[in-house]
């Protein structure tokens, strides 16, 4: 198959061609040699494209592929459409992978994203209530007395002292399949400040790491349809934009109340695991 063009889209959804001076700019180096390619796709989260008369080939690694790079693509594609589709998934265990059709190629991809990051990026451990944090223990003991009728606006001054104001309120939408972000404590650390100020109003499925939204959504959704606190030991590795991955440690108590009558949820946050920045290697 002879290869007419060698491109990349790299984490900011910008395309490239891999020999270019902007690309090295970027990187800040001054030269780039044809072997790097592959530590780029791994490393960094960028997605490799060769076009070709027959068709385009596409590598990515779905445990690092930036989710702006991921979207960038789709659109490239859909402008180009080309007559078929190679995946080469950066993966143990996989090979490549043939595609007729557009929509096709599109949901094989965002499958792979999303199992890769479930299973390799996002992690909860379930902890008893009893061991719950000191940071948490005065808002869980106060709650008990009501449980789920509990008023959220009994809890507030104790929100914003104890946990430090690291607290989430979230209503379900009308279908009851998304969480809409109500109100937010002006403790809760959130290291994209474009996100912080205009996550009011706005679904938590939205966030930045879409993969990290949906699976945050389902945790939601459990414990709201259960109509029972939960308390997780949470470890995740959450993409933000012009930051990269950060992993992030914390302790999760999730609580039905009620907000004006209505049912919400509310989610405290004790992060003492603190947020670091990590290199994901291959």
């Known amino acids: 198959m002879r290869v007419v063009s060698s491109w990349v889209i790299d984490d900011d959804g910008e395309i490239l061609h891999f020999f270019s001076p902007r690309l090295r700019t970027k990187l800040h180096i001054r030269v780039l040699q044809a072997e790097d390619r592959l530590p780029l796709l791994r490393n960094l989260g960028f997605i490799g494209v060769r076009k070709t008369p027959q068709g385009v080939s596409i590598s990515f690694r779905p445990s690092t592929v930036a989710p702006v790079a991921v979207a960038s693509l789709s659109y490239w594609l859909n402008d180009t459409v080309p007559s078929?589709?190679?995946?080469?998934?950066?993966e143990q265990g996989h090979c490549i992978e043939l595609h007729s059709s557009l929509a096709e190629c599109l949901e094989?991809?965002?499958?792979?994203v999303d199992q890769f990051r479930r299973n390799g990026f996002f992690r909860q451990r379930r902890v008893a209530p009893d061991?719950?944090?000191?940071?948490?223990?005065?808002?869980?003991?106060?709650?008990k007395v009501l449980g789920d009728a509990s008023d959220f606006a009994s809890l507030r001054s104790l929100l914003?002292?104890?946990?430090?104001?690291?607290?989430?309120?979230?209503?379900?939408?009308?279908?009851?399949?998304?969480f809409i972000i109500q109100q937010t404590g002006s403790g809760l650390r959130i290291p994209d400040p474009a996100w912080a100020k205009a996550q009011i109003g706005r679904s938590i499925a939205d966030v930045p790491d879409k993969a990290?939204?949906?699976?945050?959504?389902?945790?939601?959704?459990?414990?709201?349809?259960?109509?029972?606190?939960?308390?997780?030991?949470?470890?995740?590795?959450?993409?933000?934009?012009?930051?990269g991955?950060?992993?992030?440690?914390?302790?999760?108590?999730?609580?039905?109340?009620r907000d004006r009558g209505q049912p919400v949820l509310l989610s405290i946050n004790n992060s003492s695991g603190g947020v670091r920045g990590d290199v994901e290697a291959a």
Do not use: C
């Open 84 to 90: 078929r589709f190679l995946l080469t998934v950066l």
């Open 131 to 143: 061991i719950i944090p000191t940071s948490l223990a005065q808002v869980f003991s106060a709650w």
């Open 245 to 257: 991955r950060l992993h992030h440690r914390y302790d999760r108590l999730l609580l039905p109340v």
């Open 212 to 243: 990290y939204g949906q699976w945050v959504t389902h945790a939601y959704k459990s414990v709201f349809v259960q109509g029972r606190p939960q308390l997780d030991h949470i470890d995740a590795k959450i993409y933000w934009p012009r930051l």
């Open 108 to 112: 094989r991809i965002s499958q792979l």
């Open 160 to 178: 914003e002292r104890e946990p430090a104001g690291r607290y989430l309120l979230v209503r379900p939408d009308q279908e009851g399949g998304r």
